[in-house]
């Protein structure tokens, strides 16, 4: 059975103070890796796809890399807009995807 | 270019009832898929449809079925509700001709259900 793990659960940062969000994954014959942003009362919004191990995608703060095992989403001198909780998933051979229970994270101003 | 939409947005039902929900895809989009979201279990995958036929599901009782019309546009569908079934339901649309989600999947704003 395929399985996404994230860590922490909440983070709360200062503007400005770096960090990174874990997902660690099990799932056979992995197809792709997505993260995603969720804001409350909104639906979640994509963010980056992830395909083999090494890769990296940025995106203004964010930057996204992948391993075997795990993916981190790096978060570069965030900004209070960045507060939002932070999905992962992964897709393998069977083409559904299995999400983590997600990262909330709070910047503070 | 306008988003998805998912109607109603709100909905109130009581145990044994059966309700239908509808999505709207981006035009042009012809996978549309169907979540479950709950605090408990966060993200689930209920099923895909592509081309008007169900391409892939996730593991959920058959008490939970979709269909999606030749326009692209999808319902899904509770039977005999729960006080479980309580959620939000998100519904994704992408370009995907492969299967999956390995296309940018965009999700609408949900449906939340709420069974007493």
């Known amino acids: 059975e395929d399985q996404v793990t994230q860590s922490p659960e909440a983070l709360r940062l200062q503007e400005g103070e770096s960090s990174s969000l874990n997902c660690s994954y099990t799932?056979?014959?992995?197809?792709?890796l997505f993260w995603y942003r969720q804001d409350p009362g909104k639906g979640p919004e994509f963010l980056f796809t992830?395909?083999?191990a090494g890769e990296e995608k940025e995106k203004e703060r964010l930057k996204a890399t992948l391993t075997k095992k795990e993916s981190f989403l790096h978060i570069t001198a965030p900004k209070p807009e960045d507060s939002a909780t932070y999905l992962c998933a992964g897709e393998g051979g069977s083409y559904i995807p299995t999400f983590g229970r997600g990262t909330s994270l709070i910047v503070h101003p | 270019k306008a988003g998805v939409t998912q109607t109603p947005r709100y909905l109130i039902k009581t145990r044994g009832q059966q309700v239908t929900l509808s999505c709207s895809p981006i035009s042009g989009h012809r996978s549309v898929s169907w979540y479950q979201q709950t605090p408990g279990q966060g993200l689930q995958f209920l099923f895909e449809y592509f081309s008007e036929t169900q391409r892939n599901k996730g593991n959920f009782p058959g008490r939970f079925s979709g269909r999606q019309f030749s326009n692209s546009r999808s319902e899904m569908n509770v039977s005999t509700l729960e006080l479980g079934d309580s959620a939000l339901y998100l519904c994704?649309?992408?370009?995907?001709?492969?299967?999956?989600?390995?296309?940018?999947?965009?999700f609408g704003p949900g449906t939340r259900l709420l069974v007493l």
């Open positions: 992830l395909y083999s």
């Open positions: 994704a649309s992408s370009l995907s001709t492969s299967g999956g989600i390995q296309e940018t999947q965009y």
């Open positions: 799932v056979s014959g992995l197809r792709g």
